[in-house]
């Protein structure tokens, strides 16, 4: 149970820290762009805009997981005493070993790729007119890098270990993992579909209007005021599990409201992500928290819901505290937090 907690914590519970950039990177952002584009039509939020502090995060959330595992999981659990069997370790096959070769040779061209286009200062992912990293045609097509990141290397592995022998396979391959991105494209849809009705109905606008002039009158600054919609979010976050369909129902309202402020919508966003992070592990409405009680029932039958809650409480609040005075530290220190991602925002 120790284990599983740890892993559960790392994954989920620190879901937004990641070194490299993630899928609900550009998922996130888009929606920032549409909600902040209720004041500024022309507003772009890159899917990198929280990359500095999200991967300078993942370091946080390992130290303070290892120390709570380390003081309170490992020690409240004590020695295993059931029945399960230690799992034994497969040793991998002639072709599995020659399948993982090749996807990291295929890595490594596509890092290249990348270096020898981005670094140069004429680089041939860099735009001629503005040879900027920030307005670079990768960093415009970060979705369609994580693609290739992702295909490029599952396809030298699939035939060099001869999962796939056709392409048939790899169709077949492909169409069950789309069975898996229904539920997204569902949720997409209609995300669009409330965002531009939002939009149209000038609801956002008001909101953010009246919103920002209360806010105003009451003096708080930036960082009461993040404080706040960190806790506003995880109070949310008990009753919608789905990071992106929370945010399709607060960015219309936070981001342009915070604009009118001078905080920015990747500030926004980053405190968002935050607060939405740590409650995945206690909220039963996780997607993943019925697996993980599933697991826990095989070491420990008599495992709850209320079993799970109770392991994972510590992470939560440890990485609420832990990353919310990192926040607050970075606001402070005036840090971007991402490539061209300032804190404040000034209307033009």
């Avoid at 004041?39 to 502090?53: E, G, H, Q, R």
């Avoid at 492909?174 to 609801?203: E, K, R």
Wanted: proline share 6%; net charge neutral.
């Amino acid at each position: 149970l120790a284990g599983l907690a740890i892993c559960f914590a790392g994954v989920s519970g620190g879901f937004a820290a990641n070194i490299l950039l993630s899928t609900a990177d550009p998922l996130l952002s888009g929606i920032s762009q549409e909600a902040a584009r209720i004041l500024n039509k022309d507003y772009i939020v890159t899917p990198v805009s929280n990359w500095y502090f999200m991967a300078t995060s993942s370091i946080l959330i390992v130290g303070v997981g290892t120390f709570i595992a380390n003081k309170i999981t490992i020690p409240f659990l004590g020695d295993y005493k059931g029945d399960v069997p230690r799992s034994q370790l497969i040793n991998l096959t002639g072709e599995e070993k020659r399948g993982l070769l090749w996807a990291a040779v295929v890595t490594l061209f596509l890092i290249l790729f990348l270096v020898l286009g981005l670094v140069p200062i004429d680089g041939y992912l860099r735009d001629p007119a503005s040879p900027d990293v920030l307005h670079s045609a990768a960093l415009k097509g970060v979705v369609a890098i994580i693609f290739l990141f992702g295909a490029l290397p599952g396809l030298a592995y699939g035939f060099a270990s001869k999962t796939f022998k056709g392409q048939n396979d790899v169709m077949n391959a492909m169409q069950d993992a789309m069975v898996t991105m229904a539920p997204y494209l569902v949720l997409v849809f209609f995300a669009s579909q409330f965002i531009t009705l939002f939009n149209h109905s000038n609801m956002g606008l008001i909101l953010a209007v009246k919103g920002s002039e209360m806010l105003k009158a009451s003096g708080l600054g930036s960082i009461p005021l993040m404080l706040g919609f960190i806790l506003l979010t995880v109070v949310l976050d008990l009753v919608i599990g789905s990071a992106s369909a929370k945010w399709v129902l607060m960015a219309p309202i936070f981001v342009p409201m915070f604009m009118l402020l001078g905080i920015s919508p990747e500030l926004t966003q980053a405190s968002y992500r935050v607060a939405d992070s740590v409650v995945n592990i206690i909220s039963p409405l996780m997607s993943y928290f019925p697996l993980i009680l599933s697991f826990a029932i095989k070491y420990e039958p008599r495992a709850k819901v209320g079993t799970v809650i109770a392991l994972m409480l510590p992470y939560s609040i440890g990485f609420l505290i832990s990353w919310s005075i990192m926040l607050l530290i970075w606001m402070g220190m005036d840090l971007p937090l991402g490539p061209g991602a300032a804190l404040k925002y000034l209307a033009p």
